[in-house]
């Protein structure tokens, strides 16, 4: 068993989509993840409980990480390291060029002001490997200091611990509704959709995992989901059952790149909110809808199947995006 710290009341609520299933033809499910956790929650926090509790099973008293200036993960680590009495360091990087001064002092930033996290900044955007270093070193650092520091990877190489967190959602799904014949999820660092899968597989459901593009391309991403349920597989042996080809990755909605809002984003946000209500972020959630309309649209995804949308929250995001939402499509 791998220490973990309950930061989610389980399960999140798993509701029929009546109206988007009637425009679609197609049974729309959505797994609510998006009220997982605390400050307007998010998928990071099932993650988090897994790298919360090995934090604590080290003692420590600081918790750092990295995210882009918009990171839902960084906001949620802060918010629970508030709650656990942990100080919160996290280091923002410039992932999207050329944004208004609103995206870098609203939404996710405003909340990590207001959570009383440490705010640090790394110049690179695209560096993994360099930004987990930066944070080694301040994490050092802190340790002179008598702080006993935990980090919070971004790069590839450590134990997948946060993928634990949706081998556990895989398993809460099933439970409740076991004939799911596609779940479509947010790919972008892996975990998430790394996670839900070898969980499905370990579990013996042979249901579709779609994986939406949000960081990189088809064939980069579908190699890196490859590499991380690889390594899932020393913490859950039922990642062993995940088979090269059960990786599916989609990229209809990735352009014009990380962080950016393209027109089948900015449809699928429009769909959601006057069909059911529910907001999705421009970044991860509206990307990974949009392929839903897409698939059944080609025939992907079957008339009348049944389908599991992860929606995977970010709504503190969204006001970051204020410009390219307001201007006209």
């Avoid at 009348?304 to 995977?312: D, L, Y």
Wanted: aromatic share 6%; with cysteine.
């Amino acid at each position: 068993m791998h220490p973990r710290t309950q930061i989610v009341t389980h399960p999140t609520p798993l509701a029929l989509a009546p109206r988007l299933s009637e425009k679609l033809g197609a049974e729309i499910h959505i797994k609510r993840d998006d009220l997982a956790g605390p400050s307007i929650g998010g998928n990071k926090a099932r993650q988090l409980e897994y790298y919360f509790g090995a934090a604590q099973a080290q003692d420590a008293d600081t918790i750092l990480i990295t995210g882009a200036v918009q990171s839902n993960f960084a906001r949620l680590t802060a918010a629970v390291a508030q709650a656990q009495g942990m100080h919160c360091v996290v280091q923002l990087e410039d992932r999207v060029p050329g944004k208004s001064e609103r995206y870098h002092r609203s939404g996710n930033v405003l909340l990590l002001q207001l959570l009383g996290a440490e705010l640090l900044y790394y110049p690179d955007g695209e560096d993994e490997a360099g930004a987990d270093a930066a944070l080694h070193a301040k994490a050092d650092e802190l340790a002179t200091q008598g702080r006993r520091p935990y980090v919070i990877h971004l790069s590839e190489g450590h134990p997948p611990l946060g993928a634990l967190g949706y081998v556990d959602a895989a398993h809460e799904i099933l439970d409740e509704h076991a004939d799911f014949d596609t779940f479509v999820v947010a790919s972008g660092s892996g975990s998430t959709h790394a996670g839900l899968l070898a969980g499905l597989r370990g579990a013996g459901s042979n249901a579709r995992v779609i994986g939406s593009c949000v960081r990189r391309a088809k064939s980069e991403q579908s190699a890196r989901i490859a590499r991380v349920t690889g390594r899932l597989q020393d913490l859950y042996p039922g990642a062993a059952a995940v088979r090269p080809d059960d990786i599916e990755i989609w990229e209809g909605a990735f352009a014009p790149g990380y962080g950016k809002l393209g027109g089948p984003a900015r449809t699928a946000i429009e769909m959601m909110a006057q069909y059911e209500g529910l907001i999705l972020d421009p970044v991860y959630t509206a990307k990974s809808f949009a392929a839903i309309p897409a698939l059944v649209e080609t025939g992907d995804i079957s008339k009348g199947s049944k389908v599991c949308f992860i929606h995977t929250g970010g709504l503190a995001a969204l006001f970051a995006y204020e410009n390219d939402l307001s201007a006209p499509s």
